[in-house]
C-alpha cells in the first residue's frame, strides 16, 4: 500500500454529465499528478498540481480541471462527459527534491454510458 | 501521445523461467523507471535507473539502459504466478518536472 487513497473505486455517469474525483496524498507529498488510463493502454498524463497550483498539463481539453487543497489533497473535475472519457483515472503523489518515485493510488475506474 | 513502447506486447511463461521485456522511448531522459500493475489497479514503482547507469539489480530484477539506443530492458529471473502483471516504463518529460510518460505496457502471465 502506497498510502495514496482515491474515490470512489468506481462510477457509472451519463454522457453530458460532470465527475469529480478525489485523491489523497501521501504524507508529506506536496505533488499530486493524474493519469488517465484507457483500457489495454498506458497512463496518460492530464496534469500537475504542486503547492495548490497546476504545474502542467498533458493534451486534454479545457473540460478536465483540477484542484488541490492546503493539505494537498486533490480533485480531478470532468465536464460534458463523453463515452471516450470512460478510464481508469490514476493520480500519484511525489516530493520534489525526492527519489522521483511516484506513488500510485488504486485508481477510479468510470464508465460512461 | 505514447514516450514509451514495450516490446512484446504479451508474454506467457511457466514459472521458474525468466521473462525479458523491452523498452524504447523517443527523447533524452534523466532518468527511466519501470512500475508494474496488477489487473488495472495502481501502478506500483519497482526500479529506477539514472541516465548514466547502464545495469541496475533489485531482487530477482535487472534492469539495463541504452542511451545509445534509446533502450531499456527488465529481466524477472525465476518468474513465479504472482508476478502475473502488466509492466510499464515511464520517462520523464524535461527534467525534475515529476511529468511521466508512459509506454504501451507488457501484459505478463505466469502459468504455474
Known sequence: ?113 | SQQGEEDPQALSIQEGENATMNCSYKTSINNLQWYRQNSGRGLVHLILIRSNEREKHSGRLRVTLDTSKKSSSLLITASRAADTASYFCATEEGSGTYKYIFGTGTRLKVLA
Open chain 1, 1 to 113: 500500500e502506497t498510502g495514496v487513497t482515491q474515490s470512489p473505486t468506481h462510477l457509472i455517469k451519463t454522457r453530458g454529465q460532470q465527475v469529480t474525483l478525489r485523491c489523497s496524498s501521501q504524507s508529506g507529498h506536496n505533488t499530486v499528478s493524474w493519469y488517465q488510463q484507457a483500457l489495454g493502454q498506458g497512463p496518460q498524463f492530464i496534469f500537475q498540481y504542486y503547492r495548490e497550483e497546476e504545474n502542467g498539463r498533458g493534451n486534454f481539453p479545457p473540460r478536465f480541471s483540477g484542484l488541490q487543497f492546503p493539505n494537498y489533497s486533490s480533485e480531478l473535475n470532468v465536464n460534458a462527459l463523453e463515452l471516450d472519457d470512460s478510464a481508469l483515472y490514476l493520480c500519484a503523489s511525489s516530493s520534489p527534491g525526492g527519489t522521483y518515485e511516484q506513488y500510485f493510488g488504486p485508481g477510479t475506474r468510470l464508465t460512461v454510458t
